[in-house]
């Protein structure tokens, strides 16, 4: 992985161009991020301008750019959610089969899949061609985020439903998603563990993750169940990690409630226990954007050199934080997935302190006026 390599010097200056103000905090990108040293055939759509971390204790290598699940759909609606009949429509098809493949040619290797919708979409797309990606996938309508689904029988057959949909035969990481306000019990989510331990022996789940919007109850899941080998929550532009020097952007911790350990952040205690971090909605569920969401497909800045310069320098600031594996943005468009690769591939350049001043402006312009459905974002400013 020559391509990878660069001088402790280099980095040293690259990482005081990125990480400063209160955009990324302190986050520094070191060395130890990427992978050294490993052979490159064992890197899943390998390309050499591509970054690839280690996914904690799976040891997957991940790109560092991934492909999110979601993406915008013609009518300006967030993401695909539901089919008539299952039936994936021909230019469903034809969208996810070419983002699929672009990301693909730019070495991304991981899709984060949330719904029954985007099963049958990436099913569709990766036909013939499943081996090309690492996939981890939950059924929103099966999840955990209601009592009754909480039990053996309905998760299996919720991995089931997503292999099925899928069209394969495994998943590589199940990923089952947590109510969104923190509130699902121990007892609600154990049968997961259950679920996972019989369909592991069978080969049908490779590995056990856990999504999360509740920070608390996040670090509580990683504090108390050792099973856990990835974690998947929100990271964007404006999150400073707990434990850190204090400054003016990072002494105070908010938003503090059941399970929270004030002195030691998620960052920390998935390093400690050697768990992979999968980072979500850095464009704060797009509305970083000005396109967003009043431009019907496609959208989020195709065409426009400002938003994606915002999409890649945002980014890139996340990607600073260097125990971060991956962040899986969603991608329309083709121009977008390789827009989003240049951010890994021109990290190791750093920002310029005009690029790092106008990301700052933009990011906390964005921040003090989030649309309500993503309030709760403020929730992961200090993790």
């Known amino acids: 992985m020559k391509a990878n390599k660069f001088s402790r010097r280099d980095f040293m200056r690259n990482a005081s161009l990125v990480a400063a103000g209160t955009v990324a905090g302190s986050l520094i990108y070191g060395e130890q991020a990427r992978a050294q040293d490993v052979p490159t055939a064992k890197i899943l759509n390998y390309n050499e301008k591509m970054g690839y971390r280690r996914l904690g204790k799976t040891n997957l290598l991940i790109s560092e750019i991934s492909l999110g699940g979601h993406w915008k759909n013609r009518n300006a609606g967030l993401y695909w959610s539901k089919f008539a009949n299952d039936e994936v429509p021909d230019d469903v098809v034809k969208n996810r089969t070419e983002v699929v493949s672009a990301c693909i040619d730019a070495g991304m290797n991981y899709v984060d899949i949330t719904t029954g919708a985007e099963c049958l979409s990436y099913g569709a797309a990766l036909k013939g061609r499943r081996d090309k990606m690492i996939i981890g996938a939950d059924q929103g ?88 080998e990835m974690v998947i929550f929100p990271c964007s532009a404006k999150t400073k990690e707990k434990g850190l020097p204090p400054t003016a952007e ?74 971060i594996t991956s962040i899986v943005p969603g991608l329309t468009t083709v121009y977008e997935a390789e827009n989003a690769a240049r951010a890994s591939y021109t990290l190791p350049m750093g920002m310029t302190a005009a690029e790092r001043q106008w990301l700052t402006d933009i990011t906390e312009k964005g921040w003090a006026n989030l649309p309500q459905e993503y309030a709760w974002l403020r929730d992961w400013e200090y993790v």
């Open 141 to 228: 309508s099966m999840c955990i985020r209601k009592a009754e689904r909480c039990n053996v029988e309905y998760q299996t057959n919720n991995v089931e439903t997503c292999l099925r949909f899928l069209q394969t035969d495994y998943i590589d990481i199940w990923r089952p998603q947590a109510i969104q306000d923190g509130s699902t019990t121990d007892e609600q989510f154990e049968p997961c563990l259950e679920v996972f331990e019989k369909m592991h022996k069978q080969g049908k789940i490779l590995y056990l993750g856990i999504s999360a919007h509740n920070r608390p109850y996040l670090e509580h899941i990683i504090d108390k169940y050792p099973q856990i």
């Open 250 to 323: 990072n002494v105070e911790e908010v938003n503090a409630i059941k399970w929270s350990d004030e002195t030691r952040g998620i960052f920390k205690k998935a390093k400690d226990k050697d768990i992979g971090i999968v980072t979500i909605k850095p464009f704060f569920g797009g509305s970083l954007f000005k396109s967003n969401p009043k431009t019907k497909f496609p959208v989020m800045g195709v065409g426009s050199k400002d938003e994606n310069d915002l999409a890649r320098l945002t980014l890139q600031c996340i990607l600073a934080n260097e125990k």
